[in-house]
Every structure is written in C-alpha cells, then in structure tokens.
C-alpha cells in the first residue's frame, strides 16, 4: 500500500479559502483521510480521539496560533511525534527559529502553489 | 452589517467652508473598513465551499487565490486600527471641498460627508459605484 493511502492529515487554517486550497491539493496528491479544524483547540481535541500522522497548520489564527498548537502537541505523549508543517504569510527569521525550537518539521510560505505544499510534505513524511 | 455612524460636517455659513473633524473621519474609516472586512469574509466563505466542489485547480490560480485571505485579514486589522485611532485621535477637523478631491469612491464621499459639497464631485449615474 502506498504511502498516501495510510497517510492521516489534519488541516488547521481558521480561513475556509485557505482550508479548501489545501485539501484540495492533498486530494490531487492522492491524499484522502484527511480531517479539518478550524482552530487549535479543536485540532487538539480531534486528534485526542482520533490521531493524525501530519498536521499542516496555519500560523496565524485566533486564540492559539500555529506555534502554540505545536508545543501543545509536542507537550502530549500521544501526539509528541506527529509531523508538523506551519503555513505561515510571515517567514520571519523570529518565527522560524521558534518553531525549529518547538520541534516544527518544515514551513511553507503564502502564497504557495500545490507542488511547493507537495515537497514540504514529502521532505517530512516521504515520497507520496 | 449596516454603516451607521453618519458625520454631519460642521453647517458652513455663506462664506465659510465645511469641516470634518479628524474624530468622526476615522469613526466613519472604520465602519467602512469594517464593512470590506465583512464583504471580503463572505467571498472567502462562499470560495471555501465552491473549493470543495472543483477537482483541479491550476498551479497559479490556486496561488492567486490565496489573497482573499490576506485580504480579509489584512482589512479587519485595519479596521481595528482605526477604530483604535478614532478613539484616540486629537482634536482638529479638515476642509469637506478637499477631501472631497481626494475620495475617487462616490458612495463613499456621500457616506463621509453626508451629502454635503456635492458640487465638488463629478458624478457618473451608471452603476451603483461611481468613479470620477
């Protein structure tokens, strides 16, 4: 079975344009379990009962932004080594350093075309 | 969402000129601002849910596409200054005739200015957004 069919990928963007032009990318990559939060709380209580092996995430949003989401992650044995990918409008130095230190596996720029989405997620998890 | 907060510019006297003060302006900046935030979310919603609906995407209008978001983002954050800076702002007030020229916007000079100084405007009747 290929990757891309065992692969479970969560979505977390508080902007629904945003939510849809990734999930529609992961479906052109072949990618189909995929679930969707729109905030960071309810990321973290989705993938409390039901575990994901990547989560590509917004950084900015209300209440808990990308960054706060991955160090709760990374503060829960049961979702410490899931893959994160952190989309972000600002690649400042500052931003990234912090995630690095947070344990953030790549990050991707807005605006960003399907095939960059495709490469970060491969440069975490793999060849699709 | 309604614009509510009409600004009467100070009733000029033959001889004098109208004004708007710098308080009222940036109130009245910010309901518009708020306004396009509200109209850019529902394009971002309604784009949500038609992204659900189509298979393919080309590579550029997928990154196109994206702007909405920092559209919205970009004009609720605005609007939040302005509001900030309306409540803030010191007391003065400034000409109706030269803000006028500077709004292109026909809605949004009569929306600002309340009707007044009209004749400094050109006028198009075509369409509901006339430009100068």
């Known amino acids: ?128 | 969402m309604t614009r509510e907060h009409k600004i009467q510019p100070d009733a000029a006297t033959p001889g004098q000129e109208s004004h708007v003060s710098h308080r009222d302006l940036a109130h009245r900046l910010q309901e518009e601002l708020e306004f396009l935030a509200h109209l850019a979310q529902q394009i971002q919603f309604a784009l949500g849910s038609a992204l659900s609906e189509i298979t393919a995407i080309p590579p550029d209008i997928h990154r196109n596409l994206q702007a909405i978001d920092l559209l919205y983002q970009t004009l609720a954050e605005l609007s939040s200054v302005m509001g900030y800076l309306a409540n803030h702002v010191s007391d003065g007030e400034i000409p109706a005739a030269s803000l006028n020229r500077v709004i292109r916007l026909q809605h949004l000079a009569e929306n600002l200015l309340n009707g007044q100084d009209r004749q400094a405007r050109a006028t198009n009747e075509n369409g509901s957004i006339s430009w100068l």
């Open chain 1, 1 to 128: 079975m290929a990757l891309r069919d065992q692969l479970k990928t969560m979505v977390v963007d508080d902007m629904s344009t945003s939510r849809g032009l990734i999930t529609n990318a992961l479906d052109s990559f072949g990618l189909r379990n995929v679930a969707i939060a729109a905030d960071g709380q309810s990321a973290l209580q989705q993938l409390s009962t039901n575990p994901a092996h990547l989560v590509i995430s917004d950084y900015n949003m209300p209440g808990m932004d990308g960054l706060q989401l991955l160090h709760a992650l990374r503060n829960n044995a049961a979702t410490r080594n899931v893959g994160f990918l952190l989309i972000t409008g600002r690649a400042d130095r500052e931003i990234i350093d912090h995630g690095k230190k947070l344990g953030m596996n790549n990050f991707l720029k807005k605006p960003f075309e399907p095939a960059a989405l495709r490469a970060a997620i491969e440069a975490i998890v793999g060849r699709l």
